[in-house]
């Protein structure tokens, strides 16, 4: 079992930043697979952005493209998603989800964090 938790988070204006962290220190950071996901109030889970953890390729959904930016850290296991330009829509309960595995884009993610708050509002 690896435990994931997140940190950060918060309330901002629109057009402002959040970073969001990831923290999985029983993963295997060599070849594995983080992610970040959100959800708003009575809609679906939608996955935002993901990277493999062994070559540090990344990637994102749409919406968030040249607005978000997902890093990891091999030696704290850590990942950081850095949010900016933020909008109403970004609005949500976003995970931290792992896969002791490459990515399958956002299929396939055995742990998941707890989740943390994200509100953009004026």
């Known amino acids: 079992q690896v435990e994931v938790v997140e940190s950060g988070g918060g309330s901002v204006q629109p057009g402002g930043s959040l970073r969001l962290s990831c923290r999985a220190p029983g993963l295997m950071m060599s070849r594995a697979c983080l992610a970040w996901f959100r959800q708003a109030p009575g809609k679906e889970r939608e996955g935002v952005a993901g990277?493999?953890?062994?070559?540090?390729?990344?990637y994102y959904t749409d919406s968030v493209k040249d607005r978000f930016t997902i890093s990891r850290d091999k030696t704290n296991k850590t990942s950081t998603l850095q949010m900016s330009n933020l909008r109403p829509e970004d609005t949500g309960m976003y995970y931290c989800a792992a896969r002791a595995h490459y990515c399958d884009g956002w299929t396939n993610f055995d742990y998941w964090g707890r989740g943390v708050q994200v509100t953009v509002s004026s």
């Open positions: 990277i493999y953890t062994g070559g540090g390729s990344t």
